[in-house]
Nanobody, 124 residues
Framework: VQLQASGGGVVQAGGSLKLSCAAS????????MGWFRQAPGKERDFVAT????????LYKDFVKGRFTISRDNAKNTVYLQMNSLKPEDTAVYYC??????????????????WGQGTLVTVSS
């Protein structure tokens, strides 16, 4: 199983970016998917998750109303639309998927597959 994230980059505060993560090597249409992030010197933290059919989503408080997670099962891809970006959103963003749950899940332990990460830098 491989997860390939893309879409990171440098953006000014208030701007937007859309991350994509393409999954391969397995069947993901029945799996939860999500995003975590890790800022320099901090622990990896949950950002957002989406259920197998996109019917349910869950967000960390600090991104509610600004970020939107979505998925396209035909393309085995999960997305993270990030708007109104702030300098504190600067981090490496990791996409994840789980072979153990179909539903929204916010713990690192819920996920057994992790992508390589894509760097998002928000300048002030």
């Amino acid at each position: 199983v491989q997860l390939q994230a893309s879409g990171g980059g440098v953006v000014q505060a208030g701007g937007s970016l859309k991350l994509s993560c393409a999954a391969s090597g397995g069947t993901f249409s029945r799996s939860a998917m999500g995003w975590f992030r890790q800022a320099p010197g901090k622990e990896r933290d949950f950002v957002a998750t989406i259920s197998w059919n996109g019917g349910a989503t869950l967000y960390k408080d600090f991104v509610k109303g600004r970020f939107t997670i979505s998925r396209d099962n035909a393309k085995n891809t999960v997305y993270l639309q990030m708007n109104s970006l702030k300098p504190e959103d600067t981090a490496v963003y990791y996409c994840v998927t789980s072979s153990r749950t179909m539903y929204v899940a916010a713990r690192k332990a819920d996920y057994d597959y992790w992508g390589q990460g894509t760097l998002v830098t928000v300048s002030s």
